[in-house]
């Protein structure tokens, strides 16, 4: 499978792109398979009546699935189209590539009797303690259909992209992840990064069948949203994030300050070669994962870079 022209066109333009199909139906009724089975505790995804409400999980968590969503030849040769071979599956900063478990996300309808209500703020993928730099896109494959916006799908700000590049244009030196410690992002959240910028969308919250997925470049704003009360659909998603594996390999973990604001200091366990934030003029600032390029598409393949586009 590979993206139309058309398709990478608008991936460029909104941040996102819904892909019908990208898993093959005989692939998502083994995953199905092996997630009912690990749901031991009396929860039948089948089976409304059983479900509690909000996120769940079973007892041991969600099991690794076979095949690894990593391993689907339409992801991969569409992951091919748009890093050339220079995208991996998010891994440890630092450290050479090493094959990754995809996330699985499950939200079951909210209580009887709460009302379904938008999401207001989103957040930004790759920036957590630990962020290594080079985060570039991912994808939210459903397994279970979600015929309605209100039915728990991932909800995202179209053309947030694009805001947050600008944000980081004029403040590259926040790009490292400090710009969740400083404001506007500290006391307005992420919101506030869009705020300003007429030409970010609503926020739209993904729908689907099994199998269709949804790609999101990394600076796409995004977040979580409620299974609405009364729906008898479990949304079930699996999430395959991607770095660009040169600048995930070439320095260590950041390390984010505590929530009060103390800069980060080793602690036994901690990766011995992990830093705080580098200070402004350090020399490790010059490398690429700490660039932020006029052209968004810089570190993509040619089928994505190929009009130079700058803002
Ligand atoms: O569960 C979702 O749809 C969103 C998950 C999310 O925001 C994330 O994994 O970063």
């Known amino acids: 499978m590979q993206l139309s022209q058309a398709q990478l066109a608008e991936f460029k333009a909104e941040g996102a792109l819904p892909i019908r199909g990208l898993v ?8 199905q398979d092996q997630l009912r089975a690990v749901c031991t505790d ?4 089948d089976d409304p009546d059983t479900w509690s409400s909000g996120r769940y999980a079973p007892p041991g968590g969600w099991p690794q ?6 391993d689907v030849p339409n992801l991969q040769s569409i992951v091919a189209q748009l890093g050339a071979g220079a995208f991996a599956p998010s891994h440890p900063a630092g450290q050479p590539w090493s094959p990754q478990v995809p996330m699985t996300r499950v939200i079951l309808p909210s209580a009887p009797g709460t009302e379904w209500r ?9 920036y957590a303690t630990g962020w290594g730099g080079g985060f570039m896109a991912f994808f939210a494959v459903l397994l279970w259909d979600v015929d309605s916006p209100m039915g728990g799908g991932t909800a995202f700000w179209p053309r947030s992209h694009l805001a947050n590049h600008r944000y980081f244009l004029a403040h ?28 970010v969308g609503e926020v739209v919250c993904m729908t689907g069948r099994a199998g269709d997925a949804m790609l999101f470049h ?6 979580g949203s409620m299974n609405a009360a009364g729906s008898r659909q479990p949304r079930v998603t699996q999430f395959a994030r991607y770095s660009h594996r040169e600048m995930r390999e ?17 602690r036994e366990g901690d990766d011995p070669a992990a830093t705080g934030f580098l200070p402004v003029d350090h020399p490790g600032r ?3 994962r700490y660039d932020v390029p006029r052209n968004l598409w810089k570190y993509w393949g040619p089928a994505v870079n190929k009009d130079g586009d700058a803002l």
Do not use: C
């Open 24 to 31: 093959p139906p005989d692939v998502i009724a083994r995953w």
């Open 42 to 45: 009396g929860v039948d995804l």
């Open 65 to 70: 699935l076979d095949p690894n969503l990593y």
């Open 118 to 126: 938008a999401p207001t703020d989103g957040h930004l993928d790759g």
């Open 172 to 199: 590259p030196e926040l790009f490292d992840g400090s710009y969740l410690f400083a404001e506007p992002v500290k006391s307005g959240g992420h919101r506030a990064l869009l705020a300003e910028d007429p030409s």
């Open 218 to 223: 990394g600076l796409t704003t995004h977040i």
């Open 250 to 266: 070439q320095a260590p973990m950041v390390m984010f300050p505590a929530k009060d604001g103390t800069p980060w200091t080793p």
């Open 286 to 288: 010059g490398l690429s």
